[in-house]
């Protein structure tokens, strides 16, 4: 595992992001632990949250792109922030928009704010997590209403649970089957799970054994 994949699990745990316990998610599934990406508060947490998207995008692009996309609003400004970061951090000076909620009618108008696709850019989107796939489906359809022929290279979030939605394939592996798009993460459950297990944080195990025990039976019962 890359050294900033396990520097990032510490910084989600250290930043309240990722926790453990129980906790019932959107699906009414009882997970021991839970990643909370609004719990992103301070100037210096955004700052190195770029700069770990701005890795993983070296990582499984690793060359410019016409745009990343940030969809609104929690992508607004995780796309900002790894446009910031590639370019301070990989000298990558790489354009960056964001969408309106709604049309903008005076004005320069418009849906698009920052860089204006057009027909034939290829992008990256830039999220916190994917679920059901409802949101890719929904940027998807804007950017094909504002340019034709946009090709997404990926689309790069920060967790992959690694778990079933709701058929038997993961949620990555539904963005991939529904839309071609490969959908990367930062990190999986499987590296937060080998990373922390019996390691100290700020001097407090997150993982033991019996953490680790719980974490594998979810997995066992939901994990693809």
Do not use: W
Request: glycine share 10%; proline share 3%.
């Amino acid at each position: 595992m890359n050294n900033y994949k396990g520097e990032f699990i510490e910084f989600m745990a250290l930043s309240g992001v990722l926790t453990f316990g129980e906790f019932k998610t959107k699906s009414g599934r009882l997970s021991p632990y839970f990643v909370n990406t609004g719990n992103y508060r301070t100037g210096l947490q955004i700052s190195k949250l770029g700069e770990y998207y701005a890795s993983c995008y070296m990582d499984v692009v690793g060359k410019p792109v016409s745009a990343l996309y940030g969809p609104a609003y929690k992508g607004i400004p995780l796309a900002v922030t790894t446009a910031a970061a590639l370019f301070q951090k990989h000298n990558l000076d790489i354009p960056f928009c964001f969408n309106r909620k709604e049309a903008k009618d005076h004005g320069e108008g418009g849906t698009m704010i920052g860089h204006q696709p057009k027909a034939g850019d290829n992008m990256v989107i830039i999220e916190d997590v994917i679920t059901a796939g409802t949101a890719l489906r929904e940027t998807m359809d804007i950017l094909g209403q504002v340019a034709s022929d946009i090709t997404v290279e990926a689309l790069i979030i920060q967790v992959d649970r690694m778990e079933r939605a709701t058929g038997e394939l993961s949620a990555v592996q539904q963005a991939k089957l529904d839309f071609g798009i490969p959908v990367h993460s930062i990190v999986t459950v499987q590296d937060i799970l080998s990373h922390l297990y019996n390691r100290e944080v700020a001097g407090k195990v997150l993982v033991d054994d019996a953490m680790k025990a719980k974490i594998e039976a979810y997995l066992k019962e939901y994990g693809v």
